[in-house]
């Protein structure tokens, strides 16, 4: 859903001749992807046409429960991330849309500091994928750019290295929705979040014209939600247990703290 428009603070990129930037793989089968869940527990959704930018559908994430916004894929030695969108954001063979892709990741399930842990993007005014920290939160997360980069992969927009555009062969936007993929070693990905399994991550995906915060579209959540909400982590009924959780693994009511009515919280009997 569409962000607000703000003022937005730059963000400090990497030296490009970082020793990462070489970094290339091999895509994966499209069986290989799973589904990133949103919000719900359900694959992420998000409408066609709620972007800010019209006219220019490249910045519009689009998807529903058949066809998701988002996936992720892993071999245990690179990590993939990919967006459906409703137009390519590649302009040329040399030349990306003047876009960034953004994969907001909640990576320790503490969602008390209001905004994400790392994000995973396309900068496509630079030609790099990048991974950087967000260690001074803002928890207007919509507006909250990250750190400088721990990692930077070249990503030219011919598609020859980290990041690609492929047909998804769904037509959720105005026309032919297409793929973006990204990718990095996820050995660097273990070393800056400490998390092996990316199953355990929340995301949020974003689109923007500045590299940095998502000014263009935002996936599955509005900018004015909290942060715990938008990646899923709110607790409606307070009794210690994410609505998620609850719905997914405890299946308790979210919004009654005693489902079973015995007098004991639903939080209270799980732990």
């Not at 994969?103 to 630079?126: C, R, V």
């Not at 990048?130 to 909250?144: G, I, M, R, S």
């Not at 307070?238 to 939080?267: C, K, Q, R, Y």
Request: hydrophobic share 40%; proline share 8%.
């Amino acid at each position: 859903m569409s962000p607000p428009k703000k003022t937005l603070r730059a963000v400090f990129l990497a030296v490009l001749s970082s020793p990462g930037l070489a970094f290339g793989a091999t895509w994966p089968a499209d069986a290989d992807w799973s589904p990133v869940v949103g919000p719900t527990g359900d694959p992420l959704e998000d409408p066609q046409g709620d972007h800010t930018a019209p006219g220019q559908d490249a910045f519009d994430i689009v998807g529903d429960t058949t066809d998701p916004v988002g996936f992720y894929a892993t071999d245990g030695t690179t990590l993939w991330v990919r967006v459906r969108l409703a137009e390519s954001p590649q302009q040329s063979a040399s030349k990306w849309t003047s876009f960034s892709f953004m994969a907001m990741m909640e990576t320790d399930a503490d969602t008390a500091d209001g905004s994400y842990d790392f994000s995973l993007y396309l900068n496509g005014i630079d030609d790099i994928v990048e991974l950087a920290p967000n260690t001074a939160k803002d928890t207007d997360w919509c507006d909250d750019a990250p750190d400088a980069p721990a990692f930077a992969y070249a990503a030219p927009p011919d598609f020859s290295g980290n990041a690609r555009v492929v047909a998804a062969g769904t037509g959720l936007g105005l026309g032919a929705d297409q793929f973006l993929d990204v990718q990095m070693p996820m050995a660097d990905f273990v070393a800056a979040t400490g998390v092996a399994d990316p199953s355990e991550i929340s995301m949020v995906y974003g689109t923007s014209s500045n590299n940095s915060t998502p000014n263009k579209d935002v996936s599955g959540a509005d900018c004015g939600a909290p942060w715990e909400v938008a990646v899923g982590f709110g607790d409606t009924d307070g009794d210690g247990l994410s609505d998620v959780l609850e719905e997914t693994v405890t299946f308790t009511d979210p919004l009654d703290p005693d489902s079973d009515d015995d007098g004991l919280d639903d939080g209270a009997e799980v732990n």
